[in-house]
């Protein structure tokens, strides 16, 4: 038990600036996955049939390709002109690769908003978009808060894929250098799991906490 | 609209015809509202009633002929239905209050990102509507928290937070517990002495008794029968409608 205290107390500095970078990535990825997830939503659920094209194109492409080749594109593979910092094209593979993930999820929650909320919204005065934006989505994402919950779980665990493929000093990269370094790789590990831990269960919280707030009663 | 100014009707009804598939729901309706008229719609269930309502302000779309509001074509109005939308109130049967937000916020709603009111003048707005249907204590409650009729009421105030011309009501009080029928059909009363020209589709016939001017009884997709309460109910013309009439009555 000593070692792995040893090992926190030596390199306590690195693991949280590994531990904060990843707070990072996943903070911008969860602001990426959400906002474009819900456009997703929207655009499969629009009456327009080439507007649900684009959302359905999206998620096949986005849920099809494997998220560490999608970092490798964003990274290595677009041309000179845009070139995306590490972080920056880490986070956005992940938020755009989550995105797919919640866009699915809201649309199932656009079904369980009943048409009576969009026959009072359109009475209302509102235009077809009005009714999305302000009764249904609302409502359909306030519905999926469990399953979206559990997305960004595994989002949060994804992103540890990040760190390797791009060379980002996030948490999996530090335990991973520390490892090397004092070839005390259960104890670095350990570590890094007790990180990643701290974002998920707080997550669990979160999403626990919104679920009793936000919670629909119909 | 110069048309509305001059023969006063609000809503104007031309051969209207509806089909689902190959259900002729409406067949060839004509009917025409003046302002300040309070007209109860009358009929027995899949008769057109409800579709005709919704055809009003363009929840449905026709298949033949025209509806007129205020002169202005619902049927080829296009986008600017919205706009013809927001000057009619629509009650439904099943209040359709959105759950997410609050009793005010409901009413505040409309007025504040339909018609770009301020935040202070929807809410005094929606303040003053919640006494005027007797339940300004719920401000703040979530509409699950509320009773049918409460809910009711609260979409009532909600449609008239966007003060309309025009109220349809599309059987107000069919989802209510009986003791919750009377507190809605009494602000509706209320609203037709003020002069709001109004449709209401129901089978309450105590109140078209009461307030209505014209009970319109629709069968099968036709109008079969238009006149005042009173000769509706003792000079029935038609045998559908006096079928329906005994039934009603005596039941």
């Known amino acids: 038990m000593g070692e792995f205290w040893g090992v926190l107390e030596r390199y306590f500095p690195e693991f949280v600036s590994g531990f904060f970078v990843t707070l990072r990535l996943v903070g911008i990825s969860f602001a990426i996955a959400m906002s474009v997830g819900v456009v997703i939503a929207a655009f499969r659920v629009t009456p327009a049939k080439w507007v649900q094209r684009i959302g359905g194109t999206y998620v096949e492409i986005f849920r099809n390709i494997p998220l560490l080749v999608l970092l490798f594109i964003l990274f290595y593979g677009l041309p000179s002109e845009v070139q995306f910092s590490r972080v920056t094209a880490g986070a956005l593979g992940l938020g755009l690769y989550t995105a797919a993930y919640v866009g699915e999820a809201v649309r199932s929650g656009v079904f369980a908003v009943g048409q009576g909320q969009i026959d009072a919204s359109l009475s209302l005065g509102f235009s077809y978009r009005d009714t999305l934006r302000r009764v249904v989505l609302p409502q359909a994402v306030r519905t999926v808060i469990p399953p979206l919950g559990s997305l960004f779980i595994a989002m949060t665990k994804n992103s540890a894929v990040i760190g390797g493929a791009l060379q980002v000093q996030d948490l999996m990269m530090k335990a991973r250098g520390i490892s090397a370094d004092t070839f005390q790789t259960n104890e670095a590990f350990f570590w890094a799991a007790v990180g990643y831990l701290l974002i998920t269960v707080s997550l669990t919280f979160v999403v626990r906490n919104l679920e009793t707030r936000l919670a629909i009663r119909r | ?251």
Not at chain 2, 96 to 114: A, D, E, S, W
Request: glycine letters at 8%; charged letters at 25%.
């Open chain 2, 1 to 251: 609209m110069a048309g509305a100014t001059t023969n006063g009707h609000l809503v104007e009804l031309e051969s209207v015809t509806k089909r689902f598939g190959d259900n002729v729901v409406l067949d060839g309706v004509d009917l025409t509202i003046d302002r300040g008229q309070a007209v109860v719609v009358a009929g027995p269930s899949g008769s057109g009633k409800s579709t005709m309502l919704r055809c009003i302000n363009g929840l449905e779309t026709i298949d033949e002929g025209d509806v007129r509001f205020d002169g202005t074509s619902v049927a080829s109005a296009g986008k600017g239905i919205y706009a013809l939308r927001a000057e009619m109130g629509m009650v439904f049967q099943q209040f359709n209050l959105f759950p997410h937000k609050t009793v005010l916020q409901n009413i505040t709603l409309g007025p504040m990102q339909v018609k770009g009111l301020s935040e202070e003048d929807a809410k005094a707005r929606a303040t003053k509507l919640l006494e005027r249907v007797g339940i300004p204590e719920k401000a703040k409650s979530f509409p699950a928290d509320l009773s049918g009729g409460q809910q009711q009421r609260v979409a009532i105030a909600r449609a008239l937070a966007m003060e309309p011309k025009l109220m349809l009501f599309d059987e107000p009080t069919s989802a209510l517990d009986p003791e919750m029928i009377r507190e809605v059909l009494d602000v509706m009363r209320d609203l037709a002495r003020e002069g709001m020209t109004m449709i209401v589709v129901t089978h309450e016939m105590g109140f078209a008794r009461e307030v209505c001017d014209r009970i319109v009884f629709i069968d099968d997709g036709k109008i079969v029968e238009d006149a005042p309460p009173n000769e509706f109910f003792t000079q029935t013309k038609s045998d559908r409608a006096k079928e329906f009439v005994d039934k009603i009555i005596h039941h």
